[in-house]
């Protein structure tokens, strides 16, 4: 690895992050593969496999939105025990159970129908609880803060980058005469894959990584409060913060949108657009392709006016955030009023949506490490279970209020409903949104001052590691 005086240009932190998008890519490929799965689920003309199970379930949407009954539960106290005893454990754990629920899908579907996969997909829900307030909890050890918005999307690019490979893999597979039964043991592989490399090569900490070099040790230092006794959590203070608040606003808003898409794009395009099972798996990762590639548009072009002063962080995130959410309502509202006749524009229009969504990595998504870098997996934890818990009756209110799959003037409602969702908490965000670290994060002014004069210092030699 190439080194330099005050670090390195590629170091073990990159190798941390790259480890971090790796799980989150395996982990979302099973959250969404079931929103394809779902359509040769319940069609026994998609696999051309005779012997593949096809199942007459009239409850598809109250199946997709089973994985976030149990994904809101436990994320705040595993965000808290991740804190105090290390992430790395808990991110172990939570894929290996992940993984082995995902092989145990076509068994329950087969004994116990939808009801056994409702508790499969529950389960796997509670687990991944586990995953982002995890991931902060490790970056907030790992970046530098002139490198944060950039390797932070980069690790939450895993996303956008396992729904680009899950939709057209599961799509191609449940249309072979493998069948969707085999989508299930393949992720399943990938995720007990990880847990090895993981357990071998991640760490929840620099200090505690074997082959870290001194000169990275202190280039990651650096620019962090001086390491000692873990404060107490400051939960009013917290609860009670209106900047994060705005983030917990933005945030629903947006997942909001990302789910109505993620959970309803496959269906949406093969009852109104009319693509098959292996068109409409690679047509829905499209725009997921976009979404991963603008996302490090988005956060190198921060990074690049944070650390030369041309723009502040708080306003920063704000246009970012503003990005995510008025570009995608725009989009949703056109699409809700196109005809069936329109497939080229309805694509461009999906493309569009996900894409600017990329932005929110540089906007809310890294705001938590801002205002609190010692407890920002807590604070993703409470935003990221609360906008979820919300966002739970996106596809419920498909299920309400499409009655007729094919009719485009019933999925116009839910659409302009995504658009609103999108708008409305935004605006809040504008008002109310931060990027100063508070006061209750334990860090004393003259600690606080010293820290940004050093980043301030620092974020030259960020700048020519890019």
């Known amino acids: 690895m190439e080194k330099t005086d005050n670090g390195q240009k590629l170091g073990y932190r990159h190798v941390q992050v790259g480890l971090l998008l790796l799980m989150l890519a395996i982990g979302i490929g099973m959250r969404v593969h079931l929103s394809v799965a779902i359509v040769a689920m319940v069609d ?48 172990l754990g939570a894929m290996s159970i992940n993984s082995t629920a995902m092989c145990l ?57 396992g729904t680009i490979f899950t939709m057209p893999i599961v799509g191609f597979i449940s249309s072979s005469s493998l069948g969707w039964p085999f989508a299930n043991y393949l992720y ?14 991640g760490t929840s900490t620099p200090r505690e990584h074997r082959s870290i070099s001194e000169a990275e040790l202190n280039f990651i230092e650096s620019f962090k409060e001086p390491i000692g006794k873990k404060p107490p959590t400051p939960w009013k203070s917290i609860v009670t913060s209106v900047p994060i608040w ?26 109104i657009i009319g693509f098959n099972m292996k068109q409409n ?20 072009l921060s990074d690049y006016l944070i650390n030369n002063n041309i723009i502040s962080t708080t306003w920063c995130r ?13 989009s949703f509202l056109i699409l809700g009023f196109l005809s069936k006749s329109g497939p080229t524009v309805s694509v461009l229009l999906l493309v569009t949506a996900v894409g600017a969504q990329s932005a929110a990595t540089s906007g809310y998504m890294v705001n938590h490490l801002d205002l609190s870098p010692n407890f920002a997996g807590i604070i993703m934890a409470m935003c990221n279970s609360s906008s979820n818990f919300i966002s ?41 949104g931060s990027a100063e670290i508070q006061p209750w994060d334990s860090v004393s002014s003259e600690e606080k001052k010293a820290i940004q004069e050093r980043n301030k210092k620092m974020s ?7």
């Open 281 to 300: 798996g690679l047509l829905s990762a499209i725009p997921y392709l976009t979404n991963f590639i603008m996302t490090y548009v988005f956060s190198y």
């Open 44 to 91: 026994n003309t998609t696999s051309s496999n005779p012997d593949v199970p096809t199942y007459k379930w009239s409850n598809k949407n109250l199946i997709l939105s089973s994985f976030y009954w149990g994904y809101v539960c436990l994320q705040v106290v595993v965000a808290d025990l991740g804190r105090k005893y290390g992430p790395k454990r808990f991110l």
């Open 318 to 330: 704000k246009c970012a955030s503003t990005i995510a959410t008025l570009i995608p309502a725009a």
């Open 460 to 466: 030259v030699i960020s700048i020519m590691s890019l």
């Open 246 to 271: 705005a983030v917990l606003c933005s945030q629903v808003g947006t997942v909001w949108g990302y789910n109505t898409l993620l959970s309803e794009i496959p269906t949406y395009m093969n009852k």
């Open 105 to 161: 899908i076509p068994v329950i579907a087969s004994k116990f129908g939808s009801i056994g996969v409702i508790v499969c997909r529950v389960v796997m829900g509670l687990a991944q609880g586990c995953f982002y307030c995890n991931i902060h909890n490790t970056l907030t050890k790992w970046i530098p803060v002139s490198e944060r918005t950039r390797l932070t999307s980069l690790a939450l690019s895993g996303a956008a980058l």
């Open 188 to 201: 399943g592989g990938f995720g007990f894959t990880w847990v090895v490399i993981y357990f071998v090569f």
């Open 392 to 432: 739970i009756f996106a596809p419920i209110l498909v299920q309400i209020v499409v009655d007729d799959e094919s009719d485009i003037s019933e999925w116009r409602i839910i659409f302009t409903v995504a658009a609103v969702m999108l708008l409305i908490p935004n605006i809040f965000y504008l008002f109310y």
